[in-house]
């Protein structure tokens, strides 16, 4: 990639200021200087800024796994509203973050934050058949006509029938549900338990991919994910 992007996301100095010490030969590539911001460098290449060795090695892709708190929507920026981007944007200043997927801005649960496009776009093409796993309370119970109606693939009001998906008991409670689905459609569960009279109190996402959300993380908290839990996800993806 160009020297001075790579600069930028190495050291977290801003992109001009990465072009300034290029120029003024500052920096050191491989125990060269280089003073030509568009140099093409390798993302392995060993950089030193003022004779100083730069710590770490190059990311290439950032994973982050939010625990989104109600309140919060699922965009990269929003004019009033504060995103899932907003809550991690400190740590990451010189990535794109973006949501792979959404919550609805009342529900709570996982949300993939990442600045690769490829995996996020595998993830959430229907054709990949990425499953992802919600702990749903309804107003109503559970009944055997919603499971079947589930397993079967839910026909919306408005005529599209949806892929198979399940809607199992979640305890004792029978108006608490697991729901696994392995598509992506707006406001998708409620749509679905709407077509049997059945409304939405709550929605929690709990595992994207088989990657389920870390237990010790609160709302608003986050961590990024480990080598095999990225594995895992490219792994589910058909």
């Not at 994973?63 to 708190?69: A, D, F, H």
């Not at 998708?188 to 010790?216: C, P, W």
Request: charged residues 25%; aromatic residues 6%; glycine residues 8%.
């Amino acid at each position: 990639m160009r020297l001075d992007k790579y600069l930028a996301e190495r050291s977290g100095m801003p992109r001009s200021e990465s072009r300034k010490a290029i120029t003024k030969g500052r920096i050191m590539v491989d125990g060269a200087v280089v003073r030509k911001a568009d140099a093409a460098v390798a993302e392995t290449a060993a950089l030193a800024v003022d004779g100083v060795p730069l710590a770490g090695s190059y990311q290439k892709n950032v994973y982050v796994m939010l625990y989104k708190p109600a309140g919060v929507v699922s965009a990269s920026r929003d004019k009033k509203d504060t995103t899932v981007v907003d809550l991690v944007a400190g740590s990451f200043p010189r990535r794109e973050l973006f949501p792979a997927g959404r919550l609805d801005k009342t529900s709570t649960g996982f949300v993939l934050l990442t600045d690769d496009g490829a995996l996020a776009h595998d993830i959430l093409a229907p054709a990949h058949h990425v499953e992802k796993q919600y702990l749903v309370t309804l107003d109503t119970p559970l009944t055997e006509e919603m499971r079947r109606g589930f397993a079967a693939g839910v026909t919306l009001a408005d005529g599209q029938t949806l892929a198979p998906a399940a809607a199992d008991p979640a305890g004792d409670d029978p108006c608490t549900v697991r729901v696994t689905l392995r598509q992506g459609v707006y406001h998708q569960i409620k749509r679905m338990f709407g077509v049997y009279n059945a409304g939405v109190n709550t929605l929690h996402r709990e595992s994207i991919g088989g990657v389920a959300l870390d237990a010790a993380l609160a709302p608003g908290e986050w961590r990024e994910l480990t080598d095999a839990e990225v594995e895992r996800l490219k792994n589910r993806i058909e």
